[in-house]
Structure formats: C-alpha cells, structure tokens
C-alpha cells in the first residue's frame, strides 16, 4: 500500500508544501480539543497507560486562528464537489464555524453524534454528544451515496423508512473501548467513519485526515478501498500507527458491509405531467373517500404510479394547498 501522502508535519504548512489544489475528494477529520486535551486523564480518574505519548494540544487563545489557517487549507485542497466532514466538541465550535464560514464552503448538515455515555457530572448536564459539520465545495459534482447503506423501499419491523433513518441529522453510534490495547488519546469509532466514508466518496476517491491521531480514518478508507492520506503531528503516534496501517488490507471490510436491497421504482426522477399528478389527486380523493388513511393512500400511489413514498407525498401535500386555496 503506498504510504507518500502520510507526513510526520504540521498539517498547515504540510498542505502547502506536499498536497496540490483540487485533489482530494472527502476530507473527515477531528482537530485537537483545544482544552488541555493532555491533561483530562488528571481531571476524569482515566487509565492512560495503553494511550500513546506525544498527544499536541493547541493553546486556547491561539485556537481561533490556527482553525482559520487550516481550514483555508481544507478548502484549497479539496476538489470542487469534495466534501469535508468535522468533528467538534462544542467549546471551540464557534471557531469552527467562523472559519467555515469565510471559505466559500457549502454547509449541507450540522450533525449531531450522540454516543453511549459521557464524563459523569454533578453540577451541570452530562456531555455525550459531539458536532459533525459537514459541508461541500462548489463547482463539481458532489458525491451523496443515498442508497449506499439501505434500499428505497427497505422498512424496519413497525414499517418506517430504514434509508430516512439511517439518514436523519442524528447520530447514535457507540465509542469504541479497546481495553489493553495501544490507542490514541482521542479515537472515532470504526463504524462512524464507515458511515461518512460510504454516503461522500467511491472507490479509489482520495479521503483525507489533516489529524491523523489514531489513523482511525486511514484504515476504515484503506480497507474500503479508497486511497487516503494525511497528517499527524506527534513523532510517536506517527511512527506507531504508521506501521499499524501497513498491516491493513484494501477492501478487507467491503465483505463486512451491508447490502442494501433496492426495490425499482419504475418512474423515480421522471417530472411529473399535469396529466400525471391529476389523475393522482383524484386516485387520492377516491382511496381516503374510501377509507384508507393518508399515509395508507400514499402507499397505495406509490405502487400504482411507480414513484417514490416522498415525491407522491409532496405532489399530494402542494394540491391539498392549492385545493384549500380555492
């Protein structure tokens, strides 16, 4: 496996000497806590022996700055249509965002990860929660999977939508404990990174990670097959984890993934005829004249006009409107 778009630097200067304009397709990355990330072990009673040494905090009063010069970075190398996912705890966020929004990057979700529990409290709510910003350079086509995970028609055992699901602006996805085992101070979880890897990029996409740290983004992208390449500023964390990612094999998880089952859709995407949404407003009246509920009726529609549950859902909700107008 190539490793020349691995760099033991600082990813600011690093981008500007090694990586050119345009070239990566998904950026996903988790910059350092600004809040003496180094030292919470002493705060929070946590075992670090198995954590690798060498973990770079970025002072508070620098912080806004310093994601101001990356992100300018995140942009210039990203191509038009790429894709940037970040994640953030809510302390520096505001910096984050601020950066962002001097670039001429696209926001398309804030996201929320919710994960198992936090750091336990007693004077305020407990944290177990951290932001995803995910956004999109203009100018390209950008790479939104939207069946990659699950089918247009795949339903869970009460009858919603197991795509609209697993598509919600919400998270809930577990941290991963890997007692005994060498990690990095901060890792995102394997299933995570699968999620953002298979809905923003393809097959030999580039996916980059200007925070190497654990090298958690690198390994699931290698064994998904996708090129990847990044960051990391500590010497220990490098030199251990670059001979971790030698062990990984491209694609090895492809067979873990699930598949999803598409069910055909015999008119998705085609535009809708005057004749076409007539005849299924007065198929509508006819089925709720009858009996059936509303979702019921949209179900029904769907079948006979062979589109999709949202597109019959919103061609009925626009006549509805216009009907009470009149």
Known sequence: MPLELFFNEDCIEGCKRHIPDGSVDLIITDPPYGISGDTLHKHYNRKEEFVIDGYIEV???DYAEFTRNWVRQAERILRPGGSIYVVSGYTHLIHVLNSLAETSLREVNHLIWKYNFGVFTQKKFVSSHYHILYYTKPGGTVTFNTYSRYGNAEKTE???SLNYQDREDVWFINKEYKPGQAKNKNELPKELLIKMIQY???????????????????KVAIALNRQSG????SKSAFRHQLNEIKKVNPGSLLKELRVPNHAAIERQGKLWTEDERGHVWNRYQDLRSAGATKKGAIEILCEEFGRGRFAVAKVISNLEATSKED
Do not use: H, K
């Open 200 to 218: 923003s990029s393809n097959e030999e996409d580039l996916v980059f990670d200007l925070f190497l740290g654990s090298f958690s983004t690198a």
């Open 158 to 160: 009460d009858n919603r």
């Open 230 to 233: 990044g960051f990391e500023l």
């Open 59 to 61: 002072p508070q009063e």
